[in-house]
Each structure stands twice: as C-alpha cells, then as structure tokens.
C-alpha cells in the first residue's frame, strides 16, 4: 500500500501571548511533538483524541494551512512542509479540507453553485452553473438547491454543499474536521455514508477528524489516537478497537456509549 502522507519528526509550536514578557519574544506552547507516521493512499484515516490534542492543527499542516517548525511533511513524494505559497500553489488543489462549521465557510451572500463554482474556476477548471449542479448531484442534492443561499439549508444539507465544494476541485485528499459534529444523529449517518460512498468511488484519501470513536469505527480503516500532541495509537480502526495500545485509547472506547 503506497503513502499518500509521510510524515516524520513533525514539531509545530504557537507562540504564547498569554506569558509574553514585557520584553523579548513570547514563550511558545509546543502543540504536535514529534509526529511520524504514513498516511496510506485512497483509505479513510480517523483522528481522534480529547479536545486540545492537536488534532485540527495536524489536520491544518497536512493541507499546508500550516508549516511545521521542524520535521518532514511530505505528500505524494514532495517534501511540502516548508514550501512557500507559489510552490504550493501547484498542490493546493489536491489538498481541500471540509470545516465543522460549514456556516463560517459558506459565503452567505453566494448561491450554493456560485459557492461551488468559485473555486473550480480560480483552478481553471471551467465552474459554470452545469458544472456545479453536477456536484450538487454527487452529494444528493437536487439541481434546484443550486439556487439557494447557505440560510435557506439545513445543518446536513451545508456540509453537502461543503462536500460538493471540495470533490468539484477533482482533490486527492480531504480533511474533514469535526465535519458531523453539529449535526442530529440521523444527519450525521447520512453526511458519514456519503463520505464514504465518494471516497470509495473517487479513490479519495481522507483524514476524518472526530472526537468520537463510535463515528470513527464505522467510517474509517484506520485510526490514529493523539494525545498532548504526540500518537498515542495507530492501526486498523478492527485492532484498535479490539486491543487498545493506550490507556487514553481505552477511556475514549469506554465513552462511547
Ligand atoms: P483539537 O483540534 O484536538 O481540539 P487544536 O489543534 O485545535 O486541538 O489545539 C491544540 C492546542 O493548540 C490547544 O492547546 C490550542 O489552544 C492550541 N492552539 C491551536 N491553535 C492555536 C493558535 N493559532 N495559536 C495559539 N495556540 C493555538
Ligand atoms: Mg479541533
């Protein structure tokens, strides 16, 4: 099975404000301590731990929203991690990212195909209303919703938008973070199946972020367990679950209820 991510060594630290002296640099806060693993091509990985493991900003140094301070983060082959933006650029397509909050990503002011078309025509990839409604049909979402603005749909039907908006760029990789969270469970397993449904037939790579294992067990194959910013876990999510390599691994399995 061939890596999609490797990653090695991977440090990233914010600086603290809240402790700044008076004078000089403030101290920084290490997030992510020395993370190294492969992510495998075309298969679902979840990422679970406790809220402040630094889950989203491993997720926002995978899709180089941010670089690390030190270690090697590379994808598809290519050392990406301290690539400045005009050398990305080639890459940023390939790596799009679904939010929690669909509506803080949702322009309010657009029409859900112009939210979906937006994007494939600053890739040059066309981005007409046909072009957009095609997506919107991949989600299962009838052609009329294309019409409506982000306040005119429910939770579920925002973050199949956000989904269109993402598969419509052709991506090699998704990172969803906390994409089901604010949604009624009845949402949730239909926002999940669909998910999963496309990334089987896009041959997609995903990183799904989730507190929640019971989420993670039934969408994923394999899952990684972050605790204070180090890996605590990793495996077939059927391991994990069956013989937790960690005691944090076990209270997450023990929550679920
Ligand atoms: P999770 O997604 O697992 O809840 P995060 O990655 O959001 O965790 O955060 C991990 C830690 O990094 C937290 O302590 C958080 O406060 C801190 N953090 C995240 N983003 C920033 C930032 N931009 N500046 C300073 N600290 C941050
Ligand atoms: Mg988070």
């Not at 449904?197 to 990684?224: G, K, N, P, Y």
Request: proline share 6%; aromatic share 6%; charged share 20%.
């Amino acid at each position: 099975m061939t890596a999609l991510f490797s990653v090695r060594d991977l440090y990233l630290s914010f600086p603290d404000h809240s402790r700044k002296p008076l004078f000089g640099p403030a101290p920084r806060i290490e997030v992510l301590k020395g993370l190294s693993f492969d992510i495998p091509e075309g298969r679902i990985t979840g990422i679970v731990g406790e809220s402040g493991s630094g889950k989203s900003t491993l997720g926002r140094v995978l899709v180089r929203l941010l670089a690390p301070q030190s270690g090697q983060v590379a994808f598809a082959g290519q050392q990406i991690g301290q690539l400045d933006e005009a050398h990305l650029r080639p890459i940023r397509r390939d790596l799009q990212m679904i939010f929690q909050d669909p509506m803080s990503s949702l322009n309010p002011r657009h029409r859900v195909w112009q939210i979906i078309a937006r994007p494939m025509q600053r890739y040059g990839l066309g981005g007409g209303r046909d072009k957009a409604v095609e997506a919107l049909e991949k989600v299962g979402l009838p052609a009329e919703f294309g019409a409506r603005y982000p306040h005119q749909l429910s939770g579920g039907q925002r973050q199949r938008v956000g989904i269109a908006r993402a598969i419509a760029l052709g991506p090699r990789f998704i990172l969803a973070d906390e994409i089901v969270s604010g949604l009624d469970v009845s949402s949730q397993a239909h926002v999940l199946t669909l998910l999963k449904d496309l990334a089987r037939d896009m041959q997609l790579t995903v990183a799904f972020i989730s507190h929640d294992l019971s989420v993670i067990r039934h969408l994923c194959d394999e899952v990684m367990v972050l605790d204070h910013g180090q890996i605590v876990d990793h495996g077939p999510v059927q391991r994990v679950f069956d013989q937790p390599g960690s005691d944090v691994t076990r209270s997450l399995l023990a929550a679920i209820p």
